[in-house]
């Protein structure tokens, strides 16, 4: 097999990997919250196929962001609406990190070189991931976050320009400029993840 083909396959299953945990974690915290929309909606698994969606897929080869079909969740079923939304939010950034982190010290040990390659890159992908999803956009987290964090009339005044927020993200991502930003901290939080 060419290795540039093999290459793209790698990025790829790294890409699933990333986005599959992100989603399933998603899933798995807010069944655990009382929710069961995750399970219903058949999200609640570790299958690929449920959490794959083209779009951010196809972006996460070609610019290093991506993202996975969103789970649907109902924070109507948490105790506590603001920790519940919350954690749904944030906790699935963390498991892309960890592995992130897990990942780094398997580099250490002595390994093939393609198992190297299979762990650096998913260490970069997870930390990709994990760095966007700060952006208050959707699909990422951080528009979540804001729901809880920021007073109601001033996330709904947000909401209002969401869309051209996220058409501009969008074009700088695919035009390359928003790495001027991002590019450092992924590199920080790599760099982290593999020392």
Known sequence: MDTTLFMLAIQ?????VATTLHEFVRAVVSTLLGDKKPKTDGRLTINPAKHFEPIGFILALLTGCGWGKPVETSALFYKNRKAGVLMTAVLPTVANVALAFVCGRLLKLPMGYWA?????????????????????????????VLSVVLPANTYFSYLQYEKLVQMVFLLLLFFGYTSV??????SLVTTICLL
């Open 181 to 186: 930003v991002f590019q450092p901290i992924i």
């Open 116 to 144: 190297g390659i299979v762990l650096a890159y998913l260490v970069r992908v997870n930390v990709a991931l994990a760095v966007y999803n700060l952006m208050p956009v959707t699909p990422m987290d951080c528009l979540k």
């Open 12 to 16: 790829a299953l790294c890409v699933l």
